[in-house]
């Protein structure tokens, strides 16, 4: 533990020095740049002057709830108007030692269903589709910690995947009786190929690092997070230097790869039938008793397989 204190102190320190040397850089231009997002659950550092450092702070499990989606929104959309201040890649790490993203509030999925409660899925629709729709920018999953649920649907829907030894991602999402419906379906099958798309979210199976690495679900694994955070920002150094024209247009002719729209907003669709049925509910329930309101609780910690904990079939150990 103190080695990773004093590990990530030198690492803040150093990133807000290079961060004030591209404040002070920064023009009167278009896009804002902003230490700290309206609600403050993203954090922005600017290791270079076409590069955006995007880092998730959301509570104990960094829990996509309405605040994390307006933030991410908010960040993501002026930068469909593209100028010379607009990132060419964003990377998004997480300052919580466990956790990259987690699951949605589940809270929000809990009948009755409310006009805000659809608001919320519904912008959240919004800024996973701009992570696809903002050609001129590449945004990188910088994973070092859990991404389940929402979180791994989001880290699909980025352009690139790099993951260190704490990473774990998986959708737990068959285990209740509902569907990674906001994309990870759709792009899971799209990466890794149907089959081995299936065996993972029917049987509710964790990706670690060298497992993701080998399916071709992350580009590469670190088994140092140090590491990591070099090798990421060096690929994005690189990517940064040429001009944008290539760049967005060799994201905007891969998107042909993507799985089609149609697929994903009837899946969006199903999840709101599907999660709104009693056993589903009666789930639900029992995922905000288990991880006692989404905290950082054995049972978080234990995601993906202490969902097996719904089947009498976790031994409580927070990594098994
Ligand atoms: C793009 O810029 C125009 C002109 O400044 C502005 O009116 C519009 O709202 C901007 N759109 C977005 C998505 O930021
Ligand atoms: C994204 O692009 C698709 C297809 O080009 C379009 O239908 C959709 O309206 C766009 N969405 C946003 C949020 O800009
Ligand atoms: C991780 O990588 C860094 C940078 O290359 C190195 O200084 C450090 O010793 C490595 N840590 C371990 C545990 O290997
Ligand atoms: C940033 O992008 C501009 C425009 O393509 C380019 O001229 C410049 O060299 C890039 N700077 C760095 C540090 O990558
Ligand atoms: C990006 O590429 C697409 C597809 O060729 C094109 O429609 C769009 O105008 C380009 N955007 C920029 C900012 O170059
Ligand atoms: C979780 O939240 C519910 C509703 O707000 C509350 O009744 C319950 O006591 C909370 N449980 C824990 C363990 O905090």
Do not use: C
């Not at 533990?1 to 030198?10: K, N, R, V």
């Not at 791994?152 to 998986?170: C, H, L, S, W, Y």
């Not at 993507?258 to 995922?287: C, G, T, W």
């Amino acid at each position: 533990m103190l080695s990773f204190f004093a590990l990530s102190s030198i690492l803040l320190f150093s990133s807000a020095l290079i961060a004030g040397d591209a404040a002070a850089l920064a023009d009167a231009s278009s896009i804002k740049r902003r230490d700290v997002s309206a609600h403050g659950t993203l954090t922005f550092t600017y290791p270079s002057p076409n590069i955006t450092r995007a880092t998730i702070n959301n509570g104990p499990v960094n829990y996509v709830d309405q605040f994390f989606i307006a933030d991410v929104l908010d960040f993501l959309t002026p930068l469909q108007n593209v100028s010379n201040s607009t990132p060419k890649v964003v990377i998004f790490d997480s300052s919580n030692p466990h956790f990259w993203i987690g699951q949605i509030d589940m809270t929000s999925l809990a009948t009755p269903i409310t006009t805000e409660k659809k608001q919320l899925g519904a912008n959240y629709v919004k800024f996973t589709t701009l992570l696809q729709n903002i050609t001129s920018t590449i945004f990188i999953a910088e994973i070092d910690g859990q991404a389940f649920g929402a979180g791994n649907e989001i880290a699909a829907q980025m352009d690139m995947r790099f993951v260190g030894p704490k990473a774990r991602t998986g959708s737990f999402e068959e285990a209740l009786g509902l569907i990674a419906g906001g994309g990870g379906q759709t792009f899971l099958g799209t990466i890794i190929g149907k089959a081995k798309a299936m065996e993972y979210l029917l049987a509710v199976k964790t990706f670690d690092g060298p497992t993701g690495e080998a399916l071709g679900l992350f580009n590469k694994y670190y088994d140092n997070s140090t590491e990591l955070k070099l090798s990421v920002l060096q690929l994005a150094q690189r990517i940064a230097l040429f001009p944008r024209v290539a760049l967005n247009q060799t994201k905007a002719v891969l998107s042909f790869l993507d799985p089609p729209s149609n697929a994903f907003n009837s899946d969006f669709n199903a999840f709101y039938e599907i999660e709104q049925l009693p056993e589903e509910q009666a789930n639900v329930r029992k995922f905000l008793e288990l991880s006692a309101n989404q905290t950082a609780n054995r049972f978080e910690l234990g995601l993906g397989e202490s969902i097996m904990a719904l089947y009498g079939l976790w031994n409580g150990s927070p990594t098994s």
